[in-house]
């Protein structure tokens, strides 16, 4: 029998591109919404962009495409790099790096080596250095062209504070303003994504001006710390994309009497971490296939009401929140994936909406 070598869409991607065309993401959280950013910030200068990979069009889209395109911005996921060995390109992002995907790999530094593959032998390597595995990663001695960049650390090559970037990597001590952000970076996570954003348009040498509109007008992919409602009493945040309890996590560091909602399939074993957030959570509501087994990591410390789905947990939430005379956080962030119920979390995530405004219309 003829053996027949396959490749995959990565692999046979890179055969056919000019490296220098190629900005590349990955990262545990956040790799969507900075790919997506770039894409509009090289759009923002009128430069033809394929914008896709692990979002939106497939990359092989990009090459049977009648379109030339000057830069690809693709988002890349440790399934794709899997097979990549001596990767190229322009440049290479790592937004950050936590316990994800478990339920595949071996332990989670199987799983952060697979992230980095990323690495650009030739091209500049953009680190986070906010989590211990991507500060490892920034710190080996073999990547040489590499640019750190942290919202927590202020040693960091380029670090963003409030509306603050402090650039100590183009010009020492540089202050740039960022006066009008749009309301869709809800949250200190997103700080991160303007702060990459920023990066990338130093280094391709493009105006500020552009990169100040783009995030004064920026509109979100659906469902990643969507606010979908707020007056005085009450805000919703629709986060159906955390599907990891990190990306739980920086929801919950935002927000404060937090009625937060879980479930799904879990990929996580430590959702025990929550405890240490239980001044800011009032109440836990945990549905579908991993409903009690998040319920018997977290119900000594936390107060947790377990449902069937979502519906039913929805109904309850309204009720719990009636008489409250503090404003009410209710936080959608389920920590696991969707596909005991649905057909992917923007699936859920529209389900949650409709419920939402139906408990809404009730009122």
Known sequence: MKKIKIKRDLNLYLSYLNKEKIIAITGTNGKSTTTKLIGDILKTNNIKTFVGGNIGDPLCNSLISKKKFDYHVIELSS???????????????????????????????????QKKNIISKKGINLISIDDKYSRKIFLQKK?????SFSIFDKSANVYMGDNLILDNYFKKNKKFYLKNI??????????????????????????????TKVVKNFKNLPYRASVIFENKKLKIINNSKSTNI?????????????YLI?????????????????EKINCVYVFGKSALFIEKKISKSLNVKRFKNLKLLIK????????DNFKSNILFAPACTSYDQYKNFEDRGNDFNKLVHLSLSNL
């Open 79 to 113: 399934f794709q790099l899997e097979t990549i060995r001596n990767f190229d390109t322009k440049i290479s992002i790592i937004t950050n790096l936590s316990s994800d995907h478990l339920d595949r790999y071996k332990n989670i530094n199987d799983y952060i080596n």
């Open 246 to 258: 990190n990306s739980t996590i920086n929801s919950i560091n935002d927000y404060n009497n937090i």
């Open 262 to 278: 879980l479930g799904g399939i879990s990929k996580e074993i430590h959702f025990e971490i929550l405890s240490d957030y239980k």
């Open 316 to 323: 309850q939430v309204f009720e719990d929140i009636k008489n």
């Open 143 to 147: 990547i040489k062209n590499k640019i």
């Open 182 to 211: 749009s309301k869709n970076f809800e949250g200190k996570a997103n700080n991160q994504n303007i702060l990459i954003a920023y990066i990338c348009n130093k280094l391709l040498k493009l105006p500020e001006k552009n990169f």
